[in-house]
């Protein structure tokens, strides 16, 4: 039988991308014991993967494909098939951002200021290449963790960190000087695999699912029931994706109306319809929207 090798990302995105699978209709089980987790699909094989390091595994073959973010592909400078973009994170769907922070009274205003600065971040390749690419001398060390208290301590005069919302840098007492890189979650593949068809294939499978399940985190579904000479002010102010579906209720003038919208908009949505006669609203969750 054909089988896909794929890694899923150990640590901050775990759970996030786990759930993705579930609303896309794999349910994976973790072992607290085992690094390969059981996935109802006799096609796939799991193993969990620190994301720093998916991309190596990826590259020498060990999984056909995994996911890792675009920052982890080039800090290892990893020779992969970057397959699609999938705009996740442990916290929301915006990408996350890898900054430059000093401490909130520091002197340091520009990149130029850091000539001769100690930096310390988990991004040591990428960042000396970035500081290289400016001619600004900085000595760069590699930091196992809470970067945020190495500027506090002393060992840092700045930090390049991740951080989707920038609180928890300002919640340590620093402030964001530059913005380095703007990262996502990205799909990729072994060379070799993606040459295979059949592992092709499957790879495209997940991706069309993972997709249609992040589409619909931020889409709800609306039905209601409307009569049929509202229609037309009904029409008027509800969206859809293409058009809404419209189907006849039995030996009456009414008619049922149904219809995708974003979620953010069913607030205002809701009175707007009610106000132009729509009745029995119904509001539900999405699995999937392809």
């Given at each position: 039988?054909?089988?896909?090798?794929?890694g899923?990302?150990?640590?901050?995105?775990?759970?996030?991308?786990?759930?993705?699978?579930?609303?896309?209709?794999?349910?994976?089980?973790?072992?607290?014991?085992?690094?390969?987790?059981?996935?109802?699909?006799?096609?796939?094989?799991?193993?969990?993967?620190?994301?720093?390091?998916?991309?190596?595994?990826?590259?020498?073959?060990?999984?056909?494909?995994g996911?890792?973010?675009?920052?982890?592909?080039?800090?290892?400078?990893?020779?992969?098939?970057?397959?699609?973009?999938?705009?996740?994170?442990?916290?929301?769907?915006?990408?996350?951002?890898?900054?430059?922070?000093?401490?909130?009274?520091?002197?340091?205003?520009?990149?130029?200021d850091?000539?001769?600065?100690?930096?310390?971040?988990?991004?040591?390749?990428?960042?000396?290449?970035?500081?290289?690419?400016?001619?600004?001398?900085?000595?760069?060390?590699?930091?196992?963790?809470?970067?945020?208290?190495?500027?506090?301590?002393?060992?840092?005069?700045?930090?390049?960190?991740?951080?989707?919302?920038?609180?928890t840098?300002?919640?340590?007492?620093?402030?964001?000087i530059?913005?380095?890189?703007?990262?996502?979650?990205?799909?990729?593949a072994?060379?070799?695999?993606?040459?295979?068809?059949?592992?092709?294939?499957?790879?495209?499978?997940?991706?069309?699912?993972?997709?249609?399940?992040?589409?619909?985190?931020?889409?709800?579904?609306?039905?209601?029931?409307?009569?049929?000479?509202?229609l037309?002010?009904?029409?008027?102010?509800?969206?859809?994706?293409?058009?809404?579906?419209?189907?006849?209720?039995?030996?009456?003038?009414?008619?049922?109306?149904?219809?995708?919208?974003d979620?953010?908009?069913?607030?205002?949505?809701?009175?707007?319809?009610?106000?132009?006669?729509?009745?029995?609203?119904?509001?539900?969750?999405?699995?999937?929207?392809?």
């Amino acid at each position: 039988m054909n089988t896909l090798k794929f890694g899923i990302p150990k640590g901050s995105l775990q759970k996030a991308t786990i759930g993705l699978f579930e609303k896309s209709g794999w349910k994976i089980t973790v072992n607290s014991r085992s690094y390969f987790p059981d996935i109802n699909d006799s096609e796939i094989e799991c193993a969990l993967c620190r994301a720093q390091e998916m991309s190596q595994y990826v590259e020498n073959g060990t999984l056909d494909a995994g996911l890792t973010g675009r920052d982890w592909i080039e800090e290892n400078e990893s020779d992969v098939v970057t397959v699609d973009d999938l705009v996740y994170s442990k916290v929301s769907q915006n990408p996350a951002r890898w900054v430059l922070a000093v401490s909130a009274g520091s002197d340091i205003k520009t990149l130029e200021d850091l000539q001769g600065k100690k930096i310390a971040t988990e991004l040591v390749n990428f960042t000396r290449k970035f500081f290289e690419e400016k001619n600004i001398d900085v000595k760069i060390s590699f930091s196992w963790g809470a970067t945020e208290a190495k500027v506090v301590s002393g060992l840092a005069d700045a930090i390049v960190e991740v951080t989707e919302t920038g609180s928890t840098i300002r919640a340590h007492g620093l402030k964001i000087i530059h913005e380095l890189m703007e990262t996502n979650t990205q799909l990729i593949a072994n060379r070799e695999a993606y040459q295979d068809e059949w592992k092709k294939q499957k790879i495209s499978q997940i991706i069309l699912l993972l997709k249609g399940a992040l589409r619909a985190e931020n889409m709800v579904a609306l039905k209601m029931n409307i009569l049929k000479r509202n229609l037309e002010e009904i029409i008027k102010i509800l969206p859809s994706l293409n058009a809404p579906t419209i189907a006849g209720l039995h030996h009456s003038g009414w008619i049922s109306v149904e219809t995708v919208v974003d979620a953010r908009l069913v607030r205002d949505l809701i009175p707007q319809l009610m106000h132009a006669g729509a009745q029995g609203i119904i509001e539900y969750a999405l699995n999937k929207v392809i």
